[in-house]
């Protein structure tokens, strides 16, 4: 989910705040070091080992709830609440084309086919609700379809990521009116 985080500090820094503030805010250090995590565990898939795979939902699941540190200290509730929407919106999507595919969430991989991030072998290495699209699946355009290389995104995942960019685009806005109010 780093590119999340990318994105937003592009976008911020196009929009002319500082993010020198924003990496000094010690709320943001969780997610920082979960992002660290996750790297080590998208590497981990990289080189074949699928232990934490099952976990994902967990891991997935934590990662959102660290969010509540930088909100409660800057109380953006605004900002999250439009952020649990597209949660909500994101989630809804996932788990139309889940139910529409018997409990499975078809994955076409192409980019990741060529990274390495995907094998021939992995979807049965992997006991998880990700199966290996196919011609018979039904919403293909709601499945994992977006291969970023290192992951494959659906539209729903695509929703779920706008809450991360909307918090951190707002915080780094926050920390910048913060730190013009002291001077």
């Known amino acids: 989910m780093i590119e999340v985080i990318l994105v937003a500090l592009l976008v911020a820094k196009i929009k002319g705040y500082s993010l020198k503030p924003f990496f000094k805010s010690r709320a943001m250090y969780p ?27 967990i891991i997935k699941s934590l990662y959102l709830c660290l969010y509540l540190i ?7 509730y605004y ?5 649990c929407i597209f949660i909500f919106i994101g989630s809804t999507l996932n ?11 078809p994955v076409f991989p192409t980019l990741s086919y060529w990274t390495g991030y995907v094998k021939e072998d992995s979807f049965s290495k992997v006991n998880d609700l990700h199966v290996l699209g196919n011609s018979g699946i039904k919403l293909k355009f709601l499945s994992d379809i977006i291969d970023i290389g290192y992951s494959i995104l659906s539209i729903g995942d695509i929703f779920i990521r706008c809450f991360a960019f909307i918090i951190i ?9 913060e730190t013009t109010r002291i001077y």
């Not at 900002?79 to 952020?83: D, L, Q």
């Open 79 to 83: 900002s999250s609440i439009i952020g």
């Open 169 to 177: 685009f707002n915080l780094i806005k926050e920390v910048n009116k």
């Open 70 to 76: 930088p909100i409660i200290k800057y109380k953006k």
């Open 95 to 105: 788990n139309i084309v889940i139910k529409a595919n018997n409990g499975s969430m």
């Open 31 to 57: 997610i920082f070091i979960y992002e660290l995590i996750y790297i080590f565990l998208q590497a981990t898939i990289f080189f074949g080992d699928y232990r934490f795979v099952k976990y994902a939902s």
